[in-house]
């Protein structure tokens, strides 16, 4: 199997979603706490309204879940985009060849190929690919990049076979 990628700022930005992906269980967790800080939050706010006193812990709760959503709805993205620009390497063109032996990749920069033992673990996001070198270190395969619906049923029962079970 043999593609041509070229990665866009959008690619990188999602990857690093998918990367930072937690585990089921920890996703629930997380939305079990934010969901108490936003019931916290507009108890509080009640409260402060009503006595018209103790304003700090709910003007704190509110600016901290604020702070959290600027965090991840704006400076996160306009980071990654900036990361990428940085990155020469990952606005190249490269091809992107697959067989049962190794991972091969050819580009103006340099070709490297990688038999499947490099790989540790691969996860799907909605739009990507990633497979691990490491737990930071991955290489991203763009859905889009695929003739086929075939040809990409056919990439991850691959990585399956290769790498077992998408990681989370």
């Known amino acids: 199997m043999n593609l041509a990628i070229q990665l866009t700022p959008e690619d990188y930005a999602q990857s690093c979603y998918v990367h930072m992906r937690p585990r089921p269980i920890f996703k629930w967790a997380g939305y079990f706490v934010l969901s108490l800080a936003v019931i916290a939050a507009v108890i509080s706010l009640y409260f402060a309204f ?18 959290l959503a ?10 990654v985009r ?15 060849t697959v067989t049962d032996e190794a991972v091969i990749t050819k580009s103006d920069v340099g070709d490297t190929k990688l038999t499947w033992d490099y790989f540790v673990k691969w996860k799907e996001g909605k739009n990507l690919f990633m497979m691990y070198q490491s737990d ?6 763009p859905k889009r990049c695929f003739a086929s619906p075939e040809e990409m049923t056919q990439f991850r029962q691959l990585l399956e076979t290769k790498l077992g079970p998408a990681g989370v």
Not at 56 to 65: D, G, K, N, Q, T
Not at 82 to 96: A, D, E, L, V
Not at 136 to 141: F, I, S, T
């Open 50 to 67: 009503a006595d018209r006193e103790g304003f700090f812990i709910p003007v704190f709760l509110v600016a901290m879940l604020a702070y």
């Open 70 to 79: 600027f965090l991840f709805l704006f400076i996160q993205p306009k980071r």
């Open 82 to 96: 900036k990361i990428f620009r940085q990155q020469k390497i990952m606005q190249s063109p490269y091809s992107f």
């Open 136 to 141: 930071v270190l991955y290489h991203m395969v």
